[in-house]
């Protein structure tokens, strides 16, 4: 494939480590900072509205939350609550837009004249009730913290991974300690043996069914988490997690294992090498694990898994992505991925796409049937691609999508934000397809009878 340049989509003042798109709003959220050292550099959660200007996606910089003296390292959205790892600690922040109404919006419009604010240029922020408050062309965006916790518990303490399950009742860590913890959201005021769903209606009540099917409204309680699952799933630290539909955790570790989890019973190994393309001499280690579904099959489920070399070498071995089967963790299919080292991997919403994203700031996009490479960019980043999220298709996704088939966001260390969009594939209509056949056949027997009169 040919070298290609990925446009820059922003530039934050400090390393970026984390990358969330909330779906409903359309708002890109990335996240990093230089730690607590004291080198002068930020840390800070930004908040950045995608639009469609002229025909190209762009992004302007809408909330600068700060972080104070702790760096945001790995990120997860359920809804408008953010799950933030921060050293030894999850930090849990609620975000919430709102249009500016009538005149609020055009005295505000009327003080701002200039151009949109971009690559850093901090917006005007004002304090309110414990969080901050923004304005921006008709937008109001307030960031509050809520509850911390201390999710890993080492010599040297660092939350690695943070996920949430699939209808967001659940929160899974995991760090350098090398056990996964579980914790139970609280966003509402029905105990959890009373209420089957949560969170619906505004942002100050909540609407639940009971086992009689009784509606019940009851007012939103302040979103904090419960520790109800605590165990020691690998000897070093977790590299990755991936809570499943069926309740299923997936964690892989240093230790170059990867486990099933059903709670804390060990459910299975996953065994790649052991029958994969490699030789006994190089020891592989699994660095990323994602659920995704199967397209079309509402019930299907895969699991992404990525191998890297658990050594580097003069001469590196390829790394390798392999899909396995979610409901017996058997391995489907395994392709090498390059000589690059993998550092992300991340699955499109209807698990059409797998994003990947290398230690040397090269930027893929996979598709997930046949692990075939569909997109590259090498070194996009120059420095390593420390994540990498598609944008969701559903809610402003395909608004802001356009006429292109799936979008890519990556950040790295070297503080930016890039796009990767990926073209929509033309595809041959199977009637167009069946008259060319149709078509081939009847020369083939006209020339036949051109050259062999009494052929037919």
Known sequence: MGRRRAPELY????????????????????????????????NGVHFLQLERINGRLSASLLHSH????????????????????????????????HQQKGNKAEKAGSKEQGPRQRKGAAPAEKKCGGGAET?????????????????DFSSDPLQKVVCFNHDNTLLATGGTDGYVRVWKVWVCGVREDE?????????????????????????????????????????????????????????????????????NQLVTQLHWQENGPTFSSTPYRYQACRFGQVPDQPAGLRLFTVQIPHKRLRQPPPCYLTAWDGSNFLPLRTKSCGHEVISCLNVSESGTFLGLGTVTGSVAIYIAFSLQCLYYVREAHGIVVTDVAFLPEKGRGPELLGSHETALFSVAVDSRCQLHLLPSRRSVPVWLLLLLCVGLIVVTILLLQSAFPGFL
């Not at 760096?71 to 999850?90: E, P, R, V, Y």
């Not at 304005?135 to 999710?151: D, I, P, S, Y």
């Not at 520790?227 to 230790?255: M, N, Q, W, Y």
């Open 11 to 42: 530039r934050a003042p400090f390393p970026l480590y984390a990358l969330q798109v909330d779906p409903s709003t359309g708002l890109l959220i990335a996240a990093g900072g230089g730690g607590a050292a004291k080198t002068g550099i930020k």
């Open 66 to 97: 700060d972080t104070e003296t702790r760096a945001t390292m790995n990120l997860a959205l359920a809804g408008d609550i953010l799950a933030a790892g921060q050293d030894a600690h999850c930090q849990l922040l609620r975000f919430q837009a």
């Open 135 to 151: 304005q921006h062309e008709g937008l109001e965006l307030r960031v509050e913290n809520l509850q911390a916790v201390q999710t």
């Open 195 to 263: 209420c089957q769903r949560e969170w619906r209606g505004d942002q100050s009540q909540c609407t639940c069914w009971t086992p009689e099917l009784t509606m019940v409204v009851v007012w939103l309680q302040v979103p904090s988490l419960e520790k109800v699952l605590e165990f020691k799933a690998h000897e070093g630290e977790i590299e990755d997690l991936a809570l499943g539909p069926d309740g299923k955790l997936v964690t892989v570790g240093r230790d170059l294992k990867a486990s099933v989890w059903q709670k």
